[in-house]
Structure formats: C-alpha cells, structure tokens
C-alpha cells in the first residue's frame, strides 16, 4: 500500500519535476530561489523544507542577482554558460529529487534523472542561442533576450505551482521551439565559435611576439 502511495504522489509531482527541470536549465538559482519563498510562505506544499531554508535563500538569491547581471552582457553571459554546464543539469536532478521525496527511491532516482535531463537540454538551447546572438554587435539583444528568459521562467514555475500540468506542457512547447530554433541558429553558432577561436589565436600571436621580438 505504501509502495501504491509513493507512485501515485511521485506522478503528482511529475509536471512540477519537469517543469523545475526546464527552468533550472536557463536559470537554476530563479527556480531554487522561487520555490523556497512558495514553501516559505505557505503557497506551496510540495516544496521539500531543505529548499526553504533561510540559508539557502540567501545563497541563492546573491547567486541569482549575480547571474541577472553577468546573463546581459555580451560573451560574459557565454562564459558565464560555460561555468553552469554542470551547474544547472545537477541543480535540475536536486531540486527534482527533492520534490519527489523518499530518499533513495525508485521514484526519486527517476525524478533526478527527468529534471538534470531536461535542465541539461535546456541549458544547451539557452547556451547555443546565446552564442548566435553574440554575433550581433549590438548589447540590447542580449538584454533583451535575458530579461525575456528571467520572465518566462518566474512566470512558468509560478504559474506550476497552481496549475502543474499546464505549466509542463507550456514548458515542453518552448523546450522544443528552443530546439527547432537552435537548429536553425546552427550557422552563427558555428561563426561565433570561429570568431572566438580567431580572437584566442590572435592573442596567443601576439603573446609570442611579444616574448620573442622581431631582431
């Protein structure tokens, strides 16, 4: 019965798992952050206590106003993406887990491995686009695309916690509308890798002529 239990309330929360998972993906600190205030307050009781911790809302909202910065500006932000290759997969496995509870179980385990899976692939959406975007001279794409990518998870993990399976699906249509669009952005993602390795090369040659002058 207890086994009965388990399933029936690790498929409850499944949406929600999903859906942490897309958001951590593009800004894992917003959903740890977010979630923690929802069980803090009361609007939310399947945020696990560990998330709302005071402690781990202080980190979390520092990290978080560093990211807000660092994710609006130009080649900062692909660094910055660089650094939370692994950040942002594990952090969608832990908050998934810790929504599906039972530590140690069968419902957990596949819970972590549905949300790192689904932050990992969002975070290559959001990685990849961002690096076509940083083909454009101008700083506002970058901003605004930010501000967008802020928004739209604030108001899809919000929006979870009340209606999950609608947020889920939400967050499935815009994971695969990232996709299609990653594929199409291919072509400047491959330009800006070449400007990028361009500019290395350029450095390391002027490093060396610089040590070993012309005679």
């Known amino acids: ?16 798992v999903f859906t942490s998972g897309w958001a951590s993906g593009i800004n894992a600190y917003a959903v740890v952050l977010l979630l923690g205030v929802f069980g803090a307050t ?38 910055w993406d660089s650094v939370h290759t692994v950040v942002r997969p594990v952090a969608g496995a832990v908050v998934a887990a810790l929504l599906a509870g039972e530590s140690g179980s069968l419902p957990q385990i596949a819970a972590g491995a549905i949300g790192g899976s689904t932050a990992l692939v969002s975070h290559l ?15 506002f794409s970058n901003i605004a695309l930010s501000a967008a990518e802020d928004l739209g998870v604030a108001g899809v993990v919000t929006f979870a916690i009340f209606h999950p399976w609608i947020a889920a699906a939400i967050a499935g249509t815009l994971l695969l509308l990232g996709v299609v669009i990653l594929v199409f952005l291919a072509s400047r993602i491959r330009r800006f890798l070449r400007r990028r390795a361009q500019r290395r090369e350029e450095k390391r040659q002027a490093r060396a002529a610089a040590f070993w002058p012309p005679t």
Not at 2 to 15: E, K, M
Not at 128 to 137: D, H, K, Y
């Open 1 to 16: 019965m207890s086994d009965l239990l388990a399933t029936i309330a690790s498929v409850s929360v499944l949406p929600l």
């Open 125 to 139: 959406v959001k990685a990849g686009t961002r690096m076509a975007v940083n083909t454009s001279p101008e700083p």
């Open 42 to 79: 009361g609007v939310s009781d399947e945020v696990p206590a560990s998330l709302q911790r005071t402690d781990v809302l202080v980190v979390v909202a520092v990290l978080f106003l560093f990211e807000v910065v660092a994710d609006k500006i130009p080649y900062v932000d692909t660094v």
